[in-house]
């Protein structure tokens, strides 16, 4: 059976970020953000800013969220993804991980959800990795990410069910020094901008494209 292949847009998507925090950690692990961004772009940094005798630290973050689970028949069998976004400025390696926040996501309160008690898969166990560390390709153009086992497997978990799962897939964009947790040294070195779901039209958005298989059909037979 041939592969089919579907591009889902974001249901939900924000930018957070929390500047002016007295440490990287602050900045970091804050529990709530100072800023949600729902514009046609959003950046994605940590930074390190100095100013007449004080330093500061920033953190900035692009979350979204997918509805898998409308968009592919039950049944479906997932055999690869990606994601795809449109970078308009780019320094600095990111990385894709999970959050945990499956509805809208204009709470301050989103800023966190990406950082778990334990079982991550970074240094700290406390960041979930959906890709590998990566480079932006260009700017003006899609970055295409392969997606992990991980996020496959959270894909397959909520695609091919009918219980009482969300069937929203939460993907969080950062830079590679948030998932590494290693303070930044100035501040521009790792700063990106992004297109969001706010750009008009779909041209630029960002988007998970699935490979996956029908479900078999049924067949019913009669005994004679």
């Known amino acids: 059976m041939a592969y089919q292949s579907k591009t889902i847009y974001p249901s939900y998507d924000a930018g957070h970020t929390l500047n002016n925090q007295s440490s990287w950690a ?3 692990e804050a529990s709530a953000s100072g800023i949600i961004t729902t514009l046609a772009t959003t950046n994605i940094y940590g930074i390190k800013a100095s ?3 004080s330093v500061t630290y920033g953190c900035s973050r692009y979350f979204s969220n ?3 689970k409308g968009a592919l028949p039950y049944g479906s069998a997932i055999m690869s993804a990606s994601f795809s976004i449109w970078y308009t400025a780019k320094s ?3 990385r894709l991980v999970q959050h945990s926040t499956t509805g809208s996501l204009g709470s301050t309160g989103t800023f966190d959800s990406c950082l778990y008690g334990s079982g991550g898969s970074n240094s700290n166990e406390d960041m979930i990795a959906l890709s590998a560390e990566y480079t932006p390709s260009a700017t ?3 970055t295409s990410i ?3 086992d991980q996020a496959l497997t959270n894909l397959k978990g909520i695609a091919g069910t009918d219980g009482s799962s969300s069937g929203m897939f939460c993907v969080t964009v950062i830079k590679e020094i948030d998932y590494d947790d290693s303070a930044p040294s100035d501040n521009t070195t790792h700063y990106s901008t ?3 779901d706010a750009y008009t039209g ?3 958005d960002p988007k998970l494209v699935i490979m996956y298989e029908n479900p078999q059909p049924l067949w019913f037979g009669t005994n004679f």
């Open 92 to 94: 600095g390696a990111d």
């Open 146 to 148: 392969t997606l992990n």
């Open 66 to 68: 997918y509805d898998v």
């Open 202 to 204: 779909t041209g630029r």
């Open 194 to 196: 992004i297109h969001t």
């Open 51 to 53: 100013s007449r005798g």
């Open 140 to 142: 003006g153009e899609y």
């Open 26 to 28: 602050d900045a970091r």
